[in-house]
């Protein structure tokens, strides 16, 4: 099973909403990632979780929040967002063994009003 | 440093012709290297990888590619194109100066294929 899945696929907000994105794998994996793509560009790395701890945070604003509560699972807590940050939210998980590979999930569409 | 140039952003083909999306890479290591596909809306697939093994790798969906370390390249190819195949496609290579897991994408090339 090379599958991550990720809640909701949509995802409508305003700016004073808190929300959350969701991602859950069960492949093993102890690395697990966040990333946000726009439109025609490549997807921009924002944290990346080894181990179940916080191993890389690309400088991603403070209203963006990660929480890796156990090996399966990564979630991305949403707060008073921008207009700027409504992108394609992907998670993706790799092991940690020298190969990389990263599997990704379908991605959250998110939209902030 | 390590990065990744795709050399052509969009890639028009008819159906049943080959296709060749062409990929330098650029590191101080022994790469590991990636093609990954996007379907509109979608995350991304992999395709294939190289990680040091075979220089001609094969992947799914027909897709091939060839390591070549005295070009530094990593095209990615395909005997007959489908019209399933449109799609974006991303050349990827990973950070290994880090040991963190962290992949450098890639532009992308947009694959359109004509009936």
């Known amino acids: 099973d090379t599958e991550v899945t990720q809640t909701p696929k949509h995802l409508v907000m305003g700016m004073t909403n808190k929300k959350s994105l969701k991602c859950e794998q069960h492949?093993?994996?102890?690395?697990m990632y966040w990333y946000k793509q726009k439109a025609k560009k490549p997807p921009e790395l924002m944290f990346v979780?080894?181990?179940?701890?916080?191993?890389i945070n690309e400088s991603v604003p403070s209203r963006f929040s990660p929480e890796c509560p156990n090996s399966s699972l990564l979630n991305l807590h949403l707060h008073a967002l921008q207009p700027e940050d409504s992108a394609l939210y992907l998670c993706?998980?790799?092991?940690?063994?020298?190969?990389?590979?990263?599997?990704f999930g379908p991605g959250t569409r998110l939209t902030v009003t | 440093a390590q990065s990744v140039t795709q050399l052509d952003s969009h890639v028009s083909v008819s159906e049943g012709t080959p296709v060749l999306l062409r990929c330098n890479y650029s590191?101080?290591?022994?790469?590991?290297l990636f093609w990954y596909v996007q379907h509109p809306n979608k995350g991304l697939q992999l395709l294939l990888k190289?990680?040091?093994?075979?220089?001609l790798v094969k992947g799914i969906n027909g897709f091939e590619a060839e390591f070549k370390k005295s070009e530094t390249s990593f095209h990615l190819t395909k005997p007959s194109a489908h019209m399933s195949d449109a799609a974006e496609y991303f050349c990827?290579?990973?950070?290994?100066?880090?040991?963190?897991?962290?992949?450098?994408f890639g532009q992308g090339t947009t694959l359109q294929v004509k009936p």
């Open positions: 993706a998980s790799s092991r940690l063994d020298g190969t990389y590979e990263q599997y």
């Open positions: 492949m093993g994996h102890r690395a």
């Open positions: 979780y080894s181990y179940e701890k916080l191993s």
């Open positions: 590191s101080s290591y022994s790469p590991s």
């Open positions: 190289y990680t040091s093994a075979a220089t």
């Open positions: 990827v290579v990973s950070d290994q100066s880090s040991n963190t897991g962290k992949l450098i």
